[in-house]
């Protein structure tokens, strides 16, 4: 009997149709403010980091309050790409706020873990996630809080940007390899972060919906 299997890290995207032709030449500056806000997230992020890690390593918990502030961030983080920078799929301007945001079309879900690997904590971080590293690299450029650094994240965005000030469209393939390649950075942040023990595949899952692994038993 085949059951669904919800993957650890989901990140997933709505295309919000129609799109203004001209507001992604701008986003970026309407999205200073976040920008600002998230430096100061983003400090605290990886010093709540450093707590979690020793937490882990001393008792296999990744303590509540922390993983909730952090996923937020990445939440918010998530949200903000994608409106200004690492997406232009939607052109409402996103929440301030660290919550889910269900109505949003940008959203990301960690699942919360039980008793994480204290060994594991010790070296998935730096060692086993460094294939990981190189690959995200060319994804993201260098970092910025929108993953938009110049990598192939944001040259991609921009091809989505002239498509919609030349013809009202954003390519629907583009819009999906773009959520795949946003997809695949997060999953590689939240095993970075150790928020999980879940290796993230080194698979590109395109497309809106985060795909749904079937278990046979």
């Not at 296999?60 to 997406?87: E, K, M, Q």
């Not at 030349?166 to 773009?178: C, E, H, M, Q, S």
Request: charged share 15%; aromatic share 16%; hydrophobic share 50%.
């Amino acid at each position: 009997m085949a059951t669904a299997t919800p993957p650890p890290v989901r990140v997933e995207a709505r295309l919000e149709l129609p799109l203004s032709r001209w507001l992604w030449l701008v986003k970026w500056i309407l999205a200073v403010p976040h920008w600002i806000v998230l430096c100061f997230l983003w400090v605290g992020f990886v010093l709540l980091t450093v707590v979690a890690f020793f937490a882990i390593l001393f008792t296999g918990r990744y303590p509540r309050g922390v993983f909730d502030f952090n996923l937020g961030v990445l939440r918010w983080s998530w949200r903000v790409s994608y409106y200004a920078c690492g997406g232009l799929g939607t052109d409402r301007y996103p929440p301030f706020s660290l919550g889910e945001e269900p109505d949003y079309p940008a959203t990301l879900y960690v699942a919360r873990p039980g008793e994480l690997s204290r060994g594991l904590v010790l070296v998935k971080w730096w060692l086993l996630a460094l294939p990981q590293y190189l690959v995200v690299g060319l994804f993201v450029g260098g970092y910025h809080e929108g993953w938009g650094g110049g990598g192939l994240i944001g040259l991609l965005t921009l091809f989505a940007g002239v498509a919609l000030a030349a013809t009202r469209r954003y390519p629907p393939g583009l819009f999906d390899l773009v959520v795949g390649l946003n997809r695949w950075v997060f999953r590689v942040a939240a095993y970075a972060v150790l928020m999980t023990d879940s290796y993230p595949p080194f698979r590109l899952d395109q497309g809106s919906l985060e795909p749904v692994a079937r278990d046979t038993t």
